[in-house]
């Protein structure tokens, strides 16, 4: 009998967990070869908006010209409003990264779907329309995955991690190289506020980034426009 549980067991957890991750790494292969082929640069900004670092990343999107994608998390958008409002007024794609930022796998999965759906209802309060979803940690369930397809909005994953969180912070070139050999990419960058060095790593791997497109003739988009979501 307990081999008849076990097999079940296996099969939920299959289908709550693994399967919803198959799912992310087929969407990435082809969210890396559609950059490639469109010789694409994305930059995405998660875990915000700060206070302070999202106001300077946008005077240096501004003086390039470029438009972002910023995946905010709710309870910082009801901490930072003036920085909302620019970073509408300034034109960039603001998206969902859930209410509390939850990692789906470490909390119960009701726990997980809520706080999926209060980050959509968040958004909404706040006036903010949004297409896409990055789920916090790049963790799903079958029920986040349900909450959010059935919603109509998409996966916001991502080709290069910039590692603007690590406790050793890369060489900022060593990550735009990255970037070259793939020919493009989403990058993972992220704009809450933290310490001074890791802000300045911010602006200045945005700076490397953004100078690599215009010499190699990328095209800097949101990722909504790289997806062609309306
Ligand atoms: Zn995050």
């Known amino acids: 009998m307990w081999i008849v549980w076990s097999l079940l067991a296996g099969f939920l957890i299959s289908l709550a967990y693994i399967s919803p991750y198959a799912l992310r790494m087929f969407q990435e292969r082809r969210l890396r070869a559609r950059c490639r082929r469109e010789r694409a640069l994305v930059l995405t900004y998660d875990d915000g908006p700060g206070i302070v670092l999202t106001l300077k990343l946008l005077d240096l999107l501004a003086a390039y010209n470029a438009k972002a994608t910023f995946f905010l998390v709710g309870k910082c958008v009801i901490n930072a409003p003036e920085s909302v409002a620019r970073l509408q ?6 998206a969902s990264h ?3 930022h939850l990692n789906a796998w470490k909390t119960t999965p009701w726990q997980g779907v809520n706080d999926v759906q209060r980050g959509f209802t968040t958004l909404g309060q706040n006036g903010i329309p949004f297409k896409l979803f990055r789920p916090p940690y790049g963790k799903i369930t ?15 994953w991502w080709t290069k991690v910039s590692g603007d969180t690590y406790a050793n912070l890369p060489d900022p070139q060593s990550v735009v190289q990255a970037v070259e050999q793939d020919g493009g990419g989403v990058v993972l960058l992220h704009d809450f506020d933290g310490t001074e060095e890791r802000s300045t790593f911010v602006l200045e791997l945005t700076k490397r980034l953004l100078d690599a ?3 190699r003739g990328w095209k800097v988009c949101t990722q909504s426009e790289l997806l062609r979501i309306q």
């Open 213 to 215: 497109a215009k010499s």
């Open 142 to 156: 079958l029920l986040t995955w349900l909450a959010t397809v059935c919603r109509g909005i998409g996966f916001g």
């Open 98 to 100: 859930s209410y509390a």
């Open 89 to 94: 007024r300034d034109g960039h794609e603001l």
